[in-house]
């Protein structure tokens, strides 16, 4: 089953405009980390969270874990094209006896100059 | 210092058909990571190394993927034989080590399978 939801599925959007995407879940992590995916290649790390209500910046990436811990939210100011790619949420979940990372379905970013 | 090195990038088989895929992680990274991830979803994990040792084989499809890491470094990744539904792209990951908080972890760019 689908441990984590990410919303939107995909976002249009122009240049220069604010981003919002969001990450939840039924359970709760202890840490939340958000990776970017550009074609062709594979998920990069953009930011790792550990607390509850920690907020961190990454250049214009705002990402914070929620105080319930079944949360995360990343968002993106004045959006340029390379911003372009898909945005997964991720963090370690205990599935079928082992500790693994898994990942959401992905927020699929487009820009349009 | 050279990244995760995937290949191939592309693969084009015939269903029934056996394939390899193949990883040669960051040096010195002693956990390595095989990841599928099909269109329009996140990846997921298929099979997780401690050095030479597979740790976490519990979402491999062991009736048709095998996957081995010899001597601790490199490793392949096959299908056989291969069914449609295996068409996605197989990631190799590689961390210094697995402790419970994944850090550190370096994907490769993948190879993006089609089975026809």
């Known amino acids: 089953g689908q441990q984590l939801n990410q919303s939107p599925q995909s976002m249009f959007i122009q240049e220069g405009e604010d981003v919002s995407m969001n990450c939840t879940s039924s359970?709760?992590?202890?840490?939340w980390l958000w990776y970017k995916q550009e074609p062709g290649e594979g998920p990069v790390l953009l930011i790792a969270?550990?607390?509850?209500?920690e907020l961190t910046s990454n250049g214009r990436l705002t990402a914070q874990f929620g105080i319930t811990r079944k949360d995360s939210f990343l968002n993106i100011s004045a959006s340029i094209p390379s911003d372009v790619g898909i945005y997964f949420c991720?963090?370690?979940?205990?599935?079928?006896?082992?500790?693994?990372?898994?990942f959401g379905q992905g927020t699929r970013l487009t820009i349009n100059p | 210092e050279a990244g995760v090195v995937q290949s191939p990038r592309y693969k084009i088989i015939e269903k029934k058909q056996p394939v390899a895929f193949w990883c040669n992680p960051i040096?010195?990274?002693?956990?390595l990571y095989w990841y599928r991830q099909n269109l329009g979803q996140g990846p997921e994990l298929l099979i997780r190394?401690?050095?030479?040792?597979?740790?976490?084989d519990s979402q491999l499809p062991k009736d048709r993927f095998s996957a081995e890491r010899l001597k601790g470094v490199d490793s392949t990744l096959k299908i056989q034989p291969a069914e449609l539904g295996d068409s996605a792209v197989y990631l190799c990951?590689?961390?210094?080590?697995?402790?419970?908080?994944?850090?550190?972890?370096?994907f490769g760019s993948g190879t993006r399978l089609t089975v026809v």
């Open positions: 040096s010195g990274h002693n956990t």
């Open positions: 190394y401690e050095n030479e040792e597979a740790v976490d």
């Open positions: 990951a590689s961390s210094l080590e697995w402790t419970g908080t994944p850090y550190g972890y370096t």
């Open positions: 969270l550990y607390k509850a209500g």
């Open positions: 359970s709760i992590f202890n840490t």
């Open positions: 991720a963090g370690p979940f205990h599935l079928q006896g082992a500790q693994k990372l898994v």
